[in-house]
């Protein structure tokens, strides 16, 4: 199985892995065993669906799931950062504009990838910077995401002539794999990767994996760090909302990542 079938795959396996799927899952489970007589399993079932959706809807349990992964690669100032032949910015921080309903480029939460790769080339970190983004199955038609990075990348003052684009990938290890080559091509030898801090795990293992025998090394320029700084603490920590359930799936999603690099590593 590859290509877009792979792609879709994938998609539907880390959905059915995020907390709000397996907490419906269960729920729908607790259901039938209550409708099969079984009505203490169900309530037992339904109960610890409903407090672990609870929990990891907390900002405490989000914070606790994101630190360990932030705190791995912390992110540091333009100026203070590595010098290097590239910058390599990731997708997944913004969208094309799709006249005339949306006329505007959209900026995602991850948008801070595009502005810190902006600042690593005005501070003299790199003389090139590529933007390396596709398009899900589907969206074809659309402008690749790299084209949208590169646009906010040039009003930022990053000049067309010192930006290269891979517009085909959809996830990180198409984005190592397809960037290769574009590197490769520039002669470079040390590229500053640019990704949130919480992907940045994940984003580092799979490029080191797949550039293994390059001859490049890939340095960590996180940026977009969400967990690093004080600890929630008092009665609204506990309370449940949308932010936090999303950031802990997020992390959720980074440690299933990295554990899947890991085996792939281990056994190939």
């Not at 930022?156 to 891979?166: D, H, K, M, N």
């Not at 920590?237 to 690099?261: C, H, M, N, T, Y």
């Amino acid at each position: 199985m590859e290509g877009p079938a792979l792609y879709e795959v994938n998609k539907i396996v880390g959905g059915l892995a995020s907390p709000l799927m397996g907490a419906l899952l269960g729920g729908l489970l607790a259901v039938g065993l209550a409708w099969r007589g079984r009505r203490r399993a169900g309530l037992a079932l339904a109960a610890l669906c409903l407090g672990g959706l609870w929990l990891v809807s907390t900002p405490w349990v989000a914070w606790a799931l994101a630190m360990p992964l932030e705190s791995q690669h912390p992110p540091v100032p333009a100026a203070a950062s590595p010098v290097a032949d590239a910058v390599l910015v990731l997708g997944g921080a913004m969208a094309a504009a799709l006249p005339p309903e949306q006329p505007h480029l959209s900026f995602g939460m991850a948008a801070d990838r595009v502005w810190h790769a902006a600042s690593l080339y005005r501070a003299g970190k790199a003389r090139w910077v590529l933007a390396i983004g596709g398009n899900k199955p589907g969206y074809e038609d659309v402008p690749p995401e790299a084209e949208a990075i590169a646009e906010v990348l040039r009003a930022l003052g990053v000049p067309a002539s010192a930006l290269r684009l891979e517009g085909r990938s959809r996830n990180t290890r198409e984005n190592a794999e397809f960037s290769l080559p574009l590197v490769r091509q520039l002669g470079a030898k040390r590229v500053l990767l640019v990704t949130s801090a919480l992907h940045m795990p994940r984003a580092l293992a799979v490029f080191q994996a797949v550039y293994a025998g390059s001859g490049v090394t890939i340095v960590p320029a996180a940026t977009d760090a969400d967990a690093l700084g004080d600890e929630p603490g008092g009665w609204s920590a506990w309370l449940p909302d949308a932010k936090s359930l999303e950031w802990s799936s997020r992390a959720i999603k980074e440690f299933l990542g990295l554990a899947q690099v890991e085996m792939k590593a281990r056994w190939g």
